[in-house]
């Protein structure tokens, strides 16, 4: 039981850092102007962006493949790999879609966070 609520605190803590992403890409490219005024010009850093991917990737590589032996859907972790692949795209592929498809990526690592955490909390085997 105490391994199965670290587990959903990092589905939580996943959803969080990827929704947090998903919008600071979308937001700010319409106030990045106004970031200096209001002191927050380091949102604008790429450095920003490498950091929370980065901890998407732990965050997420971390929760669902630990997760995955005891409720063995791969839904979760397809949804990862196409939530790395939207953000990616947008940072090296499709520069010019990148305020599209890095937010949904974002959104989709959120995704697979939440089927994550559904999953294992009706899994019948317990973690």
């Not at 599209?100 to 899994?123: D, Q």
Request: with cysteine; hydrophobic share 55%; net charge positive.
């Amino acid at each position: 039981m105490k391994s199965s609520i670290k587990v959903e605190r990092l589905d939580l803590w996943g959803m969080t850092a990827s929704i947090g992403c998903a919008i600071h890409c979308a937001a700010l490219p319409l106030v990045a102007t106004a970031l200096p005024l209001l002191g927050l010009d380091f949102l604008a850093n790429a450095w920003v962006e490498v950091i929370m991917i980065v901890l998407s990737v732990i965050l997420g590589t971390w929760s669902l493949l630990g997760t995955f032996r005891k409720h063995k859907s791969t839904m979760p972790i397809l949804l990862l790999i196409a939530g790395f692949f939207f953000i990616l795209s947008g940072h090296f592929l499709w520069q010019e879609l990148e305020s599209i498809l890095i937010p949904l990526g974002g959104f989709t690592l959120a995704f697979a966070h939440f089927i994550n955490w559904k999953l294992v909390r009706t899994c019948k085997h317990g973690l």
